[in-house]
């Protein structure tokens, strides 16, 4: 029933284009990421009744993401689908006067040429006083056109899980968000404790195996396992024959193995995977099993979550794209926990199924651009290389808050060989435990 009047709800949205704002009460709310229209009169609503005054800037902030459309055979362009619709409600926060949303090209022979486009399009605005950059692929020759990039405007890099901290270092940048591996690391197996994990066992291949930037999360779990008094399996999956292997369907290898596992270890053992093409068979049979589900490498409740607890989180508006296919819009990220909250419970695991409260790729560019903002409007250090943690640290405060969300995310500078970078930040954010 609860879902029946959740859709008739989002459909009235849809329909009449009215705003509801997302509240932390059991009942599903109205809303949908990027639709919430233009700030009125400098004022921005919060979840707790309360206005407060929307911050001003001068100049303009372009924000360049990737396309991100949704594609359901790929469901690793939910990814950047939270980093391009982040981007749009940024937009439509404080219009396109001051707010330009570009996206990256795709790979392709002419991709050097589109990015040259993008860079001369950015120094010949000379209104354009900041740039907020994010990546969802590593192509080297963006890194060197920002150093041919006009002085005075303000540069945020905004990095996920899967990038080498090491390959941003020396990059051009005044402010850098990078997930925090170690962290997520070490906050995987204290969650996993919490849920009554007593044991972690982590499904691992070959390539994951010698990447430097697993072997930060890697080695985060085994030694904070051994200081919790729990036991850190690595089960190597087998690598078959042939080229592109990591492809290769290994669906069955993990029907077969996981309750194989589980019968060994006991239902008190946490599941972990490294690659994310096999994250759908694995957190199934880990439900079927009844063992403990704490996230896999991406963390994020649009990640898979809603497609294993049989959620549909999407609904068909009139739009089309460019092919004539009908554009669907998403639950706003409450709505959704709050509807997987309702699915877990059902399926018997309550209290068994975490992920990030909030998906780090929203966090990391909206607190990103708001930083960038407060730096145009002279309310930090206006030194370049100089963050005030402080203030960014509260920025991740209200926009949890905004979201309706009650999570803790930790901020801190990034050390490195005996010197602290202070524009390099290192973020993780809570776990969000399904059905408590």
């Known amino acids: 029933m609860k879902r029946i009047i959740a859709v008739f709800m989002l459909m009235i949205i849809l329909l009449t284009g009215c705003k509801m704002q997302l509240t932390i009460e059991p009942s599903v709310s109205g809303g949908l990421l990027g639709n919430s229209g233009e700030p009125q009169d400098g004022i921005l609503d919060t979840t707790d009744g309360q206005a407060v005054e929307e911050l001003s800037f001068d100049g303009k902030i372009v924000i360049i993401t990737n396309f991100g459309k949704y594609e359901p055979d790929y469901p690793g362009s939910v990814i950047e689908e939270d980093m391009y619709l982040s981007a749009k409600s940024l937009v439509n926060r404080f219009g396109q006067e001051q707010v330009i949303h570009k996206t990256w090209p795709s790979y392709g022979s002419n991709a050097e040429d589109l990015i040259d486009g993008i860079f001369q399009d950015i120094s010949e605005d000379t209104e354009i006083k900041a740039m907020i950059l994010l990546y969802s692929y590593y192509n080297p020759y963006i890194f060197d056109k920002l150093e041919t990039l006009r002085d005075d405007i303000y540069v945020a890099h905004i990095v996920s899980l899967e990038s080498d901290r090491a390959d941003y270092m020396s990059v051009r940048a005044d402010l850098i968000i990078h997930t925090d591996l170690q962290q997520f690391g070490e906050t995987y ?66 029907i077969q193995d996981l309750p194989r596992q589980v019968e060994r270890l006991g239902k008190s053992t946490a599941f972990y995977w490294s ?27 649009y990640f898979l979550y809603p497609e294993v607890f049989e959620v549909e989180y999407r609904i068909e508006t009139d739009e089309e794209d460019e092919n004539g296919q009908p554009i669907s819009q998403r639950f706003e990220l409450m709505e959704l926990l709050q509807a997987l909250d309702e699915a877990v419970t059902a399926a018997g695991m309550a209290g068994r199924v975490s992920c990030w409260a909030i998906p780090d790729y929203m966090m990391w560019l909206t607190i990103g651009f708001m930083y960038a903002a407060e730096w145009l409007g002279g309310n930090v ?14 920025l991740a ?40």
């Open 381 to 394: 250090p206006q030194e370049r290389g100089v963050i005030d943690i402080n203030v960014l640290e509260r």
């Open 275 to 301: 690659y994310w093409y096999h994250q759908d068979v694995i957190m199934t049979q880990a439900v079927a099993t009844g063992a403990i589900i704490v996230s896999s490498n991406y963390p994020l409740p």
């Open 189 to 254: 197996v204290k969650q996993a404790v919490l849920m009554g994990a007593e044991t972690i066992a982590e499904y691992s291949y070959p390539m994951s195996r010698s990447d430097p930037v697993q072997a930060i999360r890697r080695d985060a779990m085994k030694s904070t396992a051994g200081q919790e008094g729990i036991e850190f399996m690595d089960l190597e999956a087998p690598t078959p024959g042939g080229g592109d292997w990591l492809h290769v369907n290994q669906k069955p290898y993990f």
């Open 397 to 436: 405060s209200e926009y949890a808050t905004q979201l309706g969300i009650d999570a803790g995310v930790t901020l801190e500078t990034l050390s490195h060989d005996g010197e602290t970078l202070d524009h390099y930040v290192l973020g993780a954010i809570d776990f969000y435990v399904f059905g408590k």
